[in-house]
T-cell receptor, first 117, second 115 residues
Framework: DTGVSQNPRHKITKRGQNVTFRCDPISEHNRLYWYRQTLGQGPEFLTYFQNEAQLEKSRLLSDRFSAERPKGSFSTLEIQRTEQGDSAMYLC???????????????FGPGTRLTVL | AQKVTQAQTEISVVEKEDVTLDCVYE???????LFWYKQPPSGELVFLIRRNSFDEQNEISGRYSWNFQKSTSSFNFTITASQVVDSAVYFCALSEGTSGSRLTFGEGTQLTVNP
């Protein structure tokens, strides 16, 4: 198992363009999360999936953002009409199904660094 | 609403010194989980520890130890005999309830261990 992978690792785009990022979670993990991290700050929650169902979305996730996990495996995060304020590191994490332990730790991928010019 | 505060923005120590990173949290839930993550210069967040609100036992793992005190809503992290490889940003995080969803992170503490 190679852990959570994200592609691309870096993306530079011009303002107004659309971008899409991909996340492949650890294979047996049914929960998948997206976070955004700006320089000098902690990660901020965007949304999460349990299997293919999107169960929670942050207010940070404006209508320009959309996330999918169509088959309950990999996920994509799309940003439409990018703005300079969207420049950040986008992190994906996954976790195992909840069991008697309650809440399992999330394992993070290396992130996709987005720069909007 | 849940909140995590890491008051120490940056800490600089000399190798072999002990260092404690502070974390204070706010939550209205009686069931919650606390975490520490390490983010080295490479950028990938590395899970260190998880604690649930019903287990106040302190934990030691090698040079790392954690002190959880519900009375002061704190979950502090101590590195004993620090090493240069410990240099990283350390994040404390909180998750509420048993549903297992969002992590709320603090702003992180940049630890620099000098040789």
């Amino acid at each position: 198992d190679t852990g959570v992978s994200q592609n691309p690792r870096h993306k530079i785009t011009k303002r107004g363009q659309n971008v899409t990022f991909r996340c492949d979670p650890i294979s047996e993990h049914n929960r998948l999360y997206w976070y955004r991290q700006t320089l000098g700050q902690g990660p901020e929650f965007l949304t999460y999936f349990q299997n293919e169902a999107q169960l929670e979305k942050s207010r940070l996730l404006s209508d320009r953002f959309s996330a999918e996990r169509p088959k309950g495996s990999f996920s994509t995060l799309e940003i439409q009409r990018t703005e300079q304020g969207d420049s950040a590191m986008y992190l994906c994490a996954s976790s195992t199904p909840l069991g008697t332990s309650g809440h399992n730790e999330q394992f993070f991928g290396p992130g996709t660094r987005l720069t909007v010019l | 609403a849940q909140k995590v505060t890491q008051a120490q923005t940056e800490i600089s120590v000399v190798e072999k010194e002990d260092v404690t990173l502070d974390c204070v949290y706010e939550t209205r839930d009686t069931t919650y989980y606390l975490f520490w993550y390490k983010q080295p210069p490479s950028g990938e967040l590395v899970f260190l520890i998880r604690r649930n609100s019903f287990d106040e036992q302190n934990e030691i793992s090698g040079r790392y130890s954690w002190n959880f005190q519900k009375s002061t809503s704190s979950f502090n992290f101590t590195i004993t005999a620090s090493q240069v490889v410990d240099s990283a940003v350390y994040f404390c995080a909180l998750s509420e309830g048993t549903s297992g969803s969002r992590l709320t992170f603090g702003e992180g503490t940049q630890l620099t261990v000098n040789p």
